[in-house]
């Protein structure tokens, strides 16, 4: 799948400070099943992995509880290394930061750079943070305090070394610029291209032993330990350094490192500019994801709103977790965890699609021929359209992991999978198995296609969810193989197992919070009563195409693109704006308002709109948001409805105020930025 055929990837280390969650499980899922997509294509594979483990909130977490830093990071690291194993995760390495390798390259690379004048010494004054391990500006101080933490800071004056990247911001500019597809998604390349029009200041890469020892000693000023960020980056080439792919060629550069969009900046701007003064390979693709929320707000450890990725495993299943990682986050955007939403899914593609077509075929095979299947040529139209069919999903999906679609990646493959249930429909081989020894041939024919194709939709699932792909293709007699998706791999009259049962179905008033199942340690930001907003689900969308509705004057037809789905919606708009002023356009609709029927068009949602001082309505404006973004009111959860009612909506009106739309005093915001309107004061959005 690679052009080179070789492929590196690499997740942030963790800080050993925190429990695995969803976050970390998140990315690490990600890679795994990136890495296993590319072995599935043949590529050479390494995935890296590991622990961040030096700094001064190890130190102090370890002076606390009176054990030494290294003993303090066995333990943690350890939590994060079973966690993986607990997910399924085939990292290739796990690295520490305190490996003495590690230490041996990061004293290495300092030695480099100071050797060839890229870190001078300086005199320093300025406020300090021990939560965020950093200095800040007078002015960045909010209220005198720490602005990210709200913790105080203290004023510190000592001699530090700063690397010399304010040299670097042009060259670093020029570089994003020709390489469209470094920074990835689009939009954060733009966010870091946007700090980049401010200076750039040099970076301060030390801590005097007297106030932080836990760190790596700079090996011209013993004295001194190595920034922790800086120490952590070079984490991805300390751990290769030695190693090469099986074929000899070198692992590093990464051809992609996944992080999340919190550290995209230390990522993008120390990590390259670094490596450029070290004349060192970039890595290929810096990918940012989007956060995990929970009632829209960020989980994490201080606000106590964390899912414990492990609990959810043992309660719904390894491979039922990992599937909905990713199946549910557009990578790139932010996603919502809901215990639902994961019981829906499960339900729905697992149980009903991907469960369904086998267990028939193994019931049909053990009634009508002993459980054996011959291959055979395909004689008819159905037979060769669903082999066709089978080849395109492997086109299409492979196409979709190499662009990071991996949620439209799966859905080609589902597609497959309801091919194959809709050929077995057609066929209606249960017909032919009461046709004694006449209809045998033709039952073999149908299910020799039908599990043909299954095996590959198999495979293709293979690197979401390995375990329960293994025992689906045991089901069938066979494993992943050696080509695993090329028509025709099937193994020669091997016999098929019994009935299998791969995800049995779960009610969904089953959940973990509703009933005693081990706990599940889920605890909502913000449990305020249901707000009539919170019903209403909005998101940015884009225009793609309009057109006049075929039986309404004043009505065009638009094609919208939420993120990656397409949807068509009727809008009463053609009194207002030409076609050209709509199309390309983002728009804010209402994502979950009930489907109506606009004569003979079926329409999926509505535009949000407001009427100008000249009386010209025109949709509002989500300004910087993009497709696919939540658009909430801060403060309200997000818990839409399934279908909404217009009597809903109107529930929770929403007006102008200065130019931004509001619910009440609340602004209207999609993660990038406030929802603009053009029209007057009190003028009601709708
Ligand atoms: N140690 C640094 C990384 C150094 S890499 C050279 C670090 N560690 S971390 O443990 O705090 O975070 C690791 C990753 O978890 C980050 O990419 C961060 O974005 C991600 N997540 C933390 N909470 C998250 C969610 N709720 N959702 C998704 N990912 C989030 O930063």
Redesign the pocket.
């Known amino acids: 799948m690679s052009e080179s055929g070789t492929f590196y990837i690499t ?5 050993v400070n ?1 429990a695995p ?4 499980a ?2 690490t899922v990600l890679a795994d099943v990136l890495t296993r997509f590319h072995k599935l294509a043949g590529d050479q594979t390494f995935f890296l992995t590991g622990t ?1 483990e030096h700094g001064q909130k190890v130190q102090q977490a370890a002076d606390k509880s009176g054990v030494s830093p290294k003993e303090h990071c066995d333990v943690y690291s350890k939590r994060f290394k079973d966690a993986w194993d607990g997910l399924n995760i085939g990292f290739d390495k796990f690295i520490r930061t305190t490996d003495p390798e590690h230490i041996a390259y990061v004293r290495k690379i300092f030695q480099a750079l100071w050797d060839r004048g890229q870190i001078y010494e300086k005199e320093y004054e300025g406020w300090y943070s021990v939560g965020e391990e950093r200095f800040f500006s007078e002015k960045e101080l909010v209220d005198g305090r720490d602005p990210v933490s709200g913790r105080p800071v203290e004023k510190i004056r000592e001699k530090n070394y700063f690397f010399r990247m304010s040299a670097y911001q042009d060259w670093l500019i020029g570089y994003i610029e020709e390489h469209p597809d470094f920074i990835l998604p689009d939009f954060r390349r733009n966010e870091v291209l946007g700090f980049l029009r401010q200076p750039l200041n040099d970076l301060c890469v030390s801590r005097p032993k007297s106030r932080l020892s836990w760190g790596v000693s700079l090996p011209f000023a013993e004295d001194y330990v190595a920034y922790v ?1 800086v120490d ?2 070079f ?2 080439q300390s751990a290769v350094e030695e190693k090469t792919f099986p074929d000899g060629s070198p692992i590093w550069p990464a051809d992609y490192h996944l ?5 995209l900046t ?2 993008a701007v120390y990590w390259t500019t670094m490596l450029k003064a070290l004349d060192m390979p970039l890595p290929r693709h810096i990918l940012a ?5 929970f009632d829209n707000a ?3 450890k201080t606000t106590g709103n964390v899912v414990n990725p492990l609990t959810m495993k043992d309660v719904y299943g390894v491979d039922v977790f990992r599937y909905f990682l990713i199946r549910e986050m557009v990578v790139g955007q932010d996603a919502s965890f809901s215990e639902e939403a994961l019981i829906q899914r499960m339900n729905s593609d697992l149980a009903n699609d991907v469960g369904n077509g086998l267990s028939r075929i193994l019931k049909l095979a053990a009634t009508g021929l002993e459980s054996r299947l011959q291959p055979v040529a395909s004689v008819d139209e159905e037979e060769s359209a669903l082999q066709k069919a089978a080849g395109e999903a492997v086109t299409a999906a492979l196409e979709m992991v190499r662009l990071l679609k991996l949620s439209v990646a799966i859905e080609d493959t589902l597609q497959l999978i309801r091919a194959v249930n809709r050929f077995l429909e057609f066929k209606a081989p249960w017909k032919l198995a009461k046709e004694g020894e006449a209809g045998k041939a033709k039952l073999n024919a149908v299910l020799y296609h039908a599990a043909e194709a299954l095996r590959i939709g198999f495979s293709l699932l293979h690197p979401v969810m390995p375990s329960k792909m293994d025992e689906a293709l045991a089901a069938l007699g066979l494993s992943l193989g050696e080509s695993p998706l090329v028509w025709g791999g099937w193994k020669y009259g091997r016999s098929l197992g019994q009935g299998v049962n791969l995800f049995p179905r779960h009610a969904v008033d089953r959940l973990v919070g509703k009933i005693d199942l081990p706990a599940v340690k889920i605890i909502t930001a913000s449990k305020s009563p249901t707000d009539p907003f919170s019903l209403i689900h909005l998101k940015v969308a884009r225009v793609e195409e309009v057109e006049d509705h075929p039986g309404a004057d004043s009505l065009y037809v638009l094609r919208l693109k939420i993120g990656e789905e397409d949807r068509t919606v009727c809008a009463g708009l053609k009194k207002h704006l030409s076609k050209e002023e709509l199309r390309g356009r983002n728009v804010v609709m209402v994502y979950n308002l009930k489907p109506a029927n606009l004569r003979g068009v079926e329409s999926r949602g509505m535009i949000l709109a407001a009427e100008d001082a000249a009386g010209k309505v025109v949709p509002v404006n989500p300004d910087q948001g993009v497709s696919g973004d939540d658009v909430l009111a801060e403060g309200i959860p997000l818990e839409p409805k399934a279908a909404l009612n217009m009597k809903d909506f109107e529930k929770a009106p929403l007006r102008v105020q200065s130019g931004s739309v509001r619910y009440g005093d609340l602004p209207l915001q999609s993660p990038r930025g406030p929802i603009r309107a053009e029209a007057p004061d009190g003028t009601s959005v709708r």
């Open positions: 997740t942030p280390i963790y800080y925190d969650h969803i976050g970390h998140y990315t961040d960020w952590a980056l984490n991805y992080l999340g969009k919190d550290i230390t990522h994801h989007g956060w995990w929320l960020r989980m994490s």
